[in-house]
């Protein structure tokens, strides 16, 4: 590749870079509690108490964690009803809409032999594996890596315009 377009491609990638919302992602959830914390909640923990026994971390470790994602708004706090000294965890939408990252981040472990292989995330009602996830074009097709592009919203948009 000529130096000129190497340079285009990177310049077009720095530009893409500091706009990207990765960063700040990650550092709202990108830890390895946050994302136990948050496999916890996806499968119903909601005290204080069942999230330290369900993982094994330190109550100062979960504290903070708990205090991050809360402020993140990916939890929120409120007291029990059944008992005021207790405080229920719950998951906002925003932390809801998480799920597909933490499955996706199972599957890959899953796929590259970390974990226990006897153990799937299944539906709840069928009991039957879930399908793995896979990045889809606006059509339905499945994509790859070498597939994709990074564009301008505005050009995204007049394509999916175009498209409908």
């Keep these: 590749m000529p130096a000129d377009r190497e340079q285009t491609r990177i310049d077009a ?3 893409a870079a500091l706009s990207c919302p990765i960063p700040a992602a990650v550092e709202l959830v990108g830890e390895k509690w946050a994302f136990l914390i948050l496999r916890g909640a996806l499968n119903d923990l909601c005290h204080f108490e069942e ?4 993982l094994g971390i330190a109550r100062n470790i979960l504290s903070d964690r708990l205090a991050k994602m809360v402020a993140g708004g990916i939890l929120e706090r409120r007291s029990d009803s059944s008992d005021r000294r207790k ?7 925003k932390g809801a809409a998480l799920m597909p990252v933490i499955v996706a981040l ?3 472990g899953e ?11 299944a539906d709840r009602r069928d009991r039957k594996p ?3 996830l896979c990045v889809h074009a606006h059509d339905g097709r499945p994509l790859r890596r070498g597939e994709l592009v990074w564009v301008a919203q505005d050009d995204a948009g007049n394509a999916r315009q175009a498209a409908e």
């Design 106 to 108: 199972r599957q890959w």
């Design 130 to 132: 879930i399908r793995k």
């Design 51 to 54: 999230f330290q026994a369900g």
């Design 87 to 93: 405080v229920i965890y719950s998951l906002t939408e």
């Design 13 to 15: 990638f720095r530009e």
């Design 111 to 121: 796929d590259w032999g970390h974990g226990n292989p006897g153990i799937v995330l």
